[in-house]
């Protein structure tokens, strides 16, 4: 008696014809076979993993596709109706057709939604080779089956057990029989037809509800309990009637001991059919939580657009002279971090948002040196000179394409230690994904609208359903460095979420919470492509949102407004030189919509240090002030002048000159000087033990405004040192898996998988084989001979060959030339036409008719 080979996943006879197209394939490798060139290009860009390296014919493919790391892999990305017509198959019979697919996710009453939506899945499924065959025999390939079918380690997402016929795969025949017998069947002469009478007593929806009709309530109240799942209890050595009453009649089947199942017909049966409590067939509305004119949006997001410029200025000028140190670990400390906020008058996870943004845009980086830290690099030089809306674009690219995650700083790693800002492990690799879609789903909103973050959050979880109870996860977290992150993946991609909303708003590519016009422009024109833009399509996506950002945003001033409280009132944003020449003339009082300055003795002289004269400052502020210099000021600035450079302080260790005597003298009489140790020199000089910097600062501390001189008495003009890193990039995001292929990629990929295949399934003449099939070894002058009358015939040949690595291949060659130990032939395996020495050629046949 003839027995059906068995399908596979990978070939198991791959060296034989393919089957006929009227034939059902026989494997994964024989679907493969079957599919078009594009269609394997589409599996090769949805399971870019496949290609790492290329296969080398379709059953390498196939074995490959159905590896537990990759089907896993394929299985996350999946959107939760295919994960749930996956989670079908694996309870379903193998093979089964599409109307029992339909039927346990429709259940007995239907669902037209089901039915509109199952099309579309089983192709994405087809598409990915996580499923094979046609509708009348669709297969689950073997390791998703595994991952997903029903298991006391692991129960099924569906919450279905295993079926009657493997709960009683130990049982003996004759509690077999008895249990047929307690469910009113009659017995049979073996235990695989009784098995067989009460898995259709199961499947009968008539015989089995007059078989309930007879239970206890109690015992219905127990199935109730299990339904559902999960389907496992624990019963003791002596149930309970009610318990006893189910498991005569098989309802509760046993599966170790004091455990027992509720068997997956029976479940399904009180199920009403569906495999699923609630079938999720089509993606959760985003609704909107309000609505704005677009006019007022883009208005809101412009002013924060501005304010997040300048918030990265204002750190990088604090920062301009050498910013804090760089952790031994790497990052910021926590007191370091503080003190960011305090400057930016914002709080701590803000302050570490801004760091870690302008650190991804490349505007920060550490210096290199011994004692190392943070300070600007050159490129922030360059990012100074661009126009408003250019550097608006430069860091929200970089924060959209950014996988370190300002969010998780200040929590904990997987070795409980903090994460810092700018340290290790904050790289996440699924934030730009996530970024990217939380966008194109707030462009997918009218506009003016700012969405409902719980309906935003429902519609994310959809498409990408969390690794939970029952569902594969891959072990190990993403992220190597950070235990932590395999913790909970899926809560990472919803905070992530929430931040991205946030630090969209942050950014001004939202404002009020609904997407901005510019911040859509940044969006590429398909929003399945996000993550295949190359550069130079983000280049010309942020172009086009700073030609939409520029008219929103306010043209600088050359003015500001000068008032009688010995303040400026700056009514917005300064030009660049006015706004770095006041910041020296003055103190930053307030900031906002205007920003006010304010004239203090110590602001003066700081201007006077940087080698102003009173005369300068007077003209200056003529120049740039729409209201008349106020005579306070006037006079705050004569007075400060008068006094600054009187006294001179030099370097012995210290030393103070002033061709006052009596000043002098009170210097040396004010007890506040005690600490800075003068003495006399000279009538007109004073020395101190002290340094000069610290002389300086003393004396100025009683009230005096000493001046620094060089060695040859000449002042020395003090200017803000701009303190720059040597040259850095910005730091590369962290990939996600494998880069996803190119279009030049794929097409190489598909020819070189097309010519392996046609080697390895080409017919050849019939010749002694190996026990394990395999092309048997030839002498040297067998393979000569063979080559030759190939030459003169012009036929291919079969050939197995090892390369200079040790690596060996099937090849089919068409040789052209022998000669010198070589033979030159065109590979059709490789598409083109190469030299191969005869002493690495293995064994060599002669291909059939």
Known sequence: MSTQPQPTDSASASATAPPRAADPPRSLAEALRSRSDGELAGLLRARPDLLGPVPGDLTQLATRAGTRASVVRALERLDRFAQQVAEVLAVAPDPASYEEVRALLAGDDGDAAVEEA??????TLHEQALVW???????????????????????????LGPTVAEATAGMSPTRVQDIVAAAGLPTTHDPVSAVASLTALFTDRARMSALLDEAPAESVEVLSRLVWGPPYGQVTADPARHLRWLLDRGLLLPTAPGTVVLPREAALHLRAGRAHRTPE????????????????VDATAAGQAYTALATVEELLKDWDEGGPAVLRAGGLSVRDLKRTAVALDAAEPLAAFWVELAYAAGLLASDGEADERYAATPAYDDWQELPAPRRWSVLATAWLAATRTAGLVGGRDGKDRTLSALGPHLDRSAAPEVRHRVLALLAGLPEGAAPDPDALGARLRWERPPAGRGRPSREGPANPADPAESAAPQDLRARIARWTLDEAELLGITGRGALATHGRALLPQDPGAAQQESPAEREVGAARAARLLAPLLPEPLDHVLLQADLTAVAPGPLERPLGDALAVLADIESKGGATVYRFTPGSVRRALDAGQSASDLHAFLAAHSRTPVPQPLAYLIDDVARRHG?????????????????????????????????????????????????????????????????????VLITRAHAYRTPPRSAPEPVPDGPPLPGPTLVDAAVRAIRAGDLASTAPRKEAPATADGRLPRTTAAETLATMQAAVLTGEAVWIGYVNAEGTASQRVIAPVRVEGGFVTAYDHTADEVRTYPLHRVTGVAELAE
Request: proline residues 12%; aromatic residues 2%.
């Open 133 to 159: 065959g046609p509708d009348d025999r669709l297969r689950l390939v073997r390791t998703a089956r595994e991952l997903l079918a029903p298991a006391p380690q692991h129960p099924s997402p569906t919450g």
């Open 646 to 714: 009187h006294l001179r302080i030099g370097a012995a260790a210290a030393y103070v000159r002033c061709d006052d005597e009596a000043l002098l003298n009170e210097i040396l009489a004010d007890k506040r000087a005690q600490g800075l140790r003068l003495r006399r020199l000279a009538p007109t000089v004073l020395a101190a033990q002290a340094d000069p910097g610290t002389l300086l600062e003393g004396l100025r501390a009683m009230g005096f405004a000493p001046a620094a001189e060089s060695a040859e008495g000449d």
């Open 118 to 123: 199952l099309p579309r899945a089983l192709a």
């Open 281 to 296: 067939p089509t993606p959760p509305p985003v609704v909107a939580a309000r609505e704005h004119r677009p006019q007022v």
